[in-house]
């Protein structure tokens, strides 16, 4: 495992990061061997949201680490706010109301008196950075919240935020793995004519490097939310046939080779995973022990379906 400071803020975090979605699905000691074997292996970052499981997965963490005796000083826990009614009338809050009630039941539920990281989860079209702000400072002010960040943001979002936010936003969760580039394409195909050229996310990869924003990559095995993993996708069977190739070069799991694609990129990301196979777990940080050449880095890229210029 390899450790980094997220956003120049936030030092010794693990690269690699558990995400805790699907947590809730398991019983209590499956949840306690995930976390064993997490630590295990050097995974210290565990990112969860307040609507996962409608908080359980989060009161199910805080359960499995009761029950194994993990210190709460061992971890660094990511929550996110922001999401409504998602059965009912889904639709984004970020007012500061919903903030602070938001972070204090996951405090609550996760059994805690401070998260590590709070990033407000997509966007609020009807966002007011000041309240935004007030909300920030009076849960960092408390002590509830040590770093705060967003999720799936361009750069004028980050920006007007920004603006009021006395506190650097450290992270941004994106979408991003060898079947999902846009963070790639615009800028390989820069003063192009073809699809491949539009800027659909204002730039947001070199904004976030400009800025140390760390990039938290969530599923990087997916195509999108819709298409499922792209391993399972007929569109897809050349690049799945590319990285199991050089997974068995390489003589690690398929999951550690795309890892290793994800982290061979400069911009020093944070890859959130979601397994909740302990073997599985185990196999992906031999991600850390391979450094792709260029050559290879490309070929995979293009066997994606994404020529060159």
Same mark, same amino acid.
């Given at each position: 495992?390899?450790?980094? *400071?997220?956003?120049?803020?936030? %030092?010794?975090?693990?690269?690699?990061?558990?995400?805790?979605?699907?947590?809730?699905? &398991?019983?209590?000691?499956?949840?306690?061997?995930?976390? %064993?074997?997490?630590?295990?292996?050097?995974?210290? !970052?565990?990112?969860?949201?307040?609507?996962?499981?409608?908080?359980?997965?989060?009161?199910?963490?805080?359960?499995?680490?009761?029950?194994?005796?993990?210190?709460?000083?061992?971890?660094?826990?990511?929550?996110?706010?922001? $999401?409504?009614?998602?059965?009912?009338?889904?639709?984004?809050?970020?007012?500061?109301?919903?903030?602070? =009630? @938001?972070?204090?039941?996951?405090?609550?539920?996760?059994?805690?008196?401070?998260?590590?990281?709070?990033?407000?989860?997509?966007?609020?079209?009807?966002? %007011?950075?000041?309240?935004?702000?007030?909300? !920030?400072?009076?849960?960092?002010?408390?002590?509830?919240?040590?770093?705060?960040?967003?999720?799936?943001?361009?750069?004028?979002?980050?920006?007007?935020?920004?603006?009021?936010?006395?506190?650097?936003?450290?992270?941004?969760?994106?979408? !991003?793995?060898?079947? &999902?580039?846009?963070?790639?394409?615009?800028? $390989?195909?820069?003063?192009?004519?073809?699809?491949?050229?539009?800027?659909?996310?204002?730039?947001?990869?070199?904004?976030?490097?400009?800025?140390?924003?760390?990039?938290?990559?969530?599923s990087p095995f997916q195509v999108d939310l819709?298409?499922? $993993?792209?391993? %399972?996708?007929?569109?897809?069977?050349?690049?799945?046939? *590319?990285?199991?190739?050089?997974?068995?070069?390489?003589?690690?799991?398929?999951?550690?080779?795309?890892?290793?694609?994800?982290?061979?990129?400069?911009?020093?990301?944070?890859?959130?995973?979601? @397994?909740?196979?302990?073997?599985?777990?185990? =196999?992906?940080?031999?991600? !850390?022990?391979?450094?792709?050449?260029?050559?290879?880095?490309?070929?995979?890229?293009? @066997?994606?379906?994404?020529?060159?210029?």
């Amino acid at each position: 495992m390899k450790y980094m *400071t997220v956003g120049n803020e936030l %030092e010794g975090a693990s690269q690699l990061v558990l995400g805790c979605m699907r947590l809730a699905e &398991h019983d209590p000691k499956e949840v306690v061997s995930v976390l %064993e074997t997490a630590l295990e292996v050097g995974i210290n !970052f565990f990112d969860h949201s307040d609507v996962y499981a409608g908080g359980q997965s989060e009161a199910k963490f805080a359960q499995a680490l009761r029950s194994a005796k993990i210190p709460r000083e061992r971890v660094l826990i990511q929550s996110k706010c922001g $999401l409504r009614d998602v059965h009912t009338n889904y639709h984004f809050d970020f007012s500061k109301d919903y903030i602070i =009630s @938001s972070v204090e039941g996951s405090l609550e539920r996760l059994q805690t008196d401070y998260l590590d990281v709070l990033l407000l989860h997509r966007p609020d079209a009807l966002v %007011e950075p000041e309240e935004v702000a007030e909300a !920030f400072s009076q849960l960092h002010q408390a002590g509830k919240v040590r770093y705060f960040g967003v999720s799936n943001q361009n750069p004028y979002q980050m920006e007007l935020l920004q603006k009021s936010v006395e506190q650097p936003l450290i992270a941004n969760q994106l979408q !991003f793995g060898p079947a &999902h580039t846009p963070m790639l394409d615009a800028g $390989l195909n820069a003063n192009m004519l073809n699809p491949l050229a539009i800027v659909r996310d204002g730039s947001v990869l070199d904004y976030c490097r400009l800025h140390h924003i760390t990039i938290q990559p969530w599923s990087p095995f997916q195509v999108d939310l819709n298409q499922g $993993l792209f391993m %399972e996708h007929p569109k897809y069977a050349q690049l799945t046939e *590319t990285l199991h190739a050089f997974a068995s070069d390489y003589k690690v799991s398929f999951e550690a080779l795309v890892l290793a694609w994800i982290l061979r990129h400069p911009a020093q990301m944070q890859p959130i995973v979601g @397994s909740m196979n302990p073997q599985r777990i185990r =196999s992906m940080v031999a991600a !850390f022990d391979i450094e792709l050449s260029r050559a290879d880095w490309y070929k995979i890229y293009k @066997s994606a379906g994404n020529p060159l210029p």
